[in-house]
């Protein structure tokens, strides 16, 4: 079975530029999350997709950041403008949409470097 | 309060010690527990469910306190191998968020 495809694996950019991202979930599954991990921390979620609508986006800085999920697979995360604090692994999971079974898959993660 | 808090560490153990990691959630809606390893600049990848009931695979032992509202991982007969962050998970229904804590490093020593 594959699993959740994320590209790229490394991005660097400048301050105030633009940045997105890209995730394939793995097939069949509804629930997709993007999760930010800064160095040192845990992963924090960052928005959270039940097919394609937002179910919890409440930790996503809207200013700046913005993400969809069109047709309720691929997603997209985008950044605009970059500030140097989000410099971080930026992780897409997706799970299978089964109750009580939340187990997430995680892709290998896009790393961010803003300089 | 963090929704999920675990102590960081990081433990540095000996071969073949037993290590336990505690990790308390202050989401009493909670339904599902996990733990997952993560390793160095790798992404996260599940270890192993938490059930109420205390479940085992191998030389891990998981176990769930809901009146307390804690999860615990228990490592028996430590490997180099084990060495890596585990971060601890609670869940809500299908539909609900998981929440990761920040994690705790563990690193065996020959």
């Known amino acids: 079975e594959a699993g959740v495809a994320q590209s790229p694996r490394y991005k660097i950019i400048e301050k105030r530029q633009s940045v997105a991202f890209w995730c394939n979930p793995i097939?069949?599954?509804?629930?997709l999350y993007w999760y930010q991990q800064i160095l040192g921390q845990g992963p924090k979620l960052l928005i959270q997709?039940?097919?394609?609508?937002?179910?919890?986006d409440s930790q996503l800085p809207k200013d700046r950041f913005s993400a969809e999920r069109l047709k309720g697979v691929d997603s997209t995360l985008k950044i605009q403008p970059a500030k140097l604090e989000d410099s971080a692994v930026y992780l897409c999971?997706?799970?299978?949409?089964?109750?009580?079974?939340?187990?997430?898959?995680f892709g290998q993660g896009t790393r961010l470097t803003v300089v | 309060r963090k929704e999920v808090e675990q102590d960081p560490g990081p433990f540095n153990v000996p071969e073949g010690a037993t290590v336990a990691f505690n990790c308390t959630y202050s989401n009493s809606a909670s339904q599902s527990f996990f733990w997952y390893r993560q390793d160095c600049r790798k992404e996260p990848k599940l270890l192993m469910s938490v059930y109420s009931s205390g479940n085992e695979d191998g030389r891990f032992t998981a176990q769930l306190n809901r009146a307390s509202q804690y999860i615990s991982l228990l490592i028996r007969d430590s490997k180099l191998s084990d060495s890596a962050t585990y971060l601890c998970v609670a869940g809500g229904s299908s539909a609900s968020k998981i929440i990761f804590g920040s994690g705790t490093r563990l690193s065996i020593r020959p």
């Open positions: 999971a997706s799970s299978p949409r089964s109750a009580g079974n939340t187990e997430a898959f």
């Open positions: 997709f039940q097919n394609n609508g937002v179910v919890d």
């Open positions: 097939s069949g599954h509804a629930t």
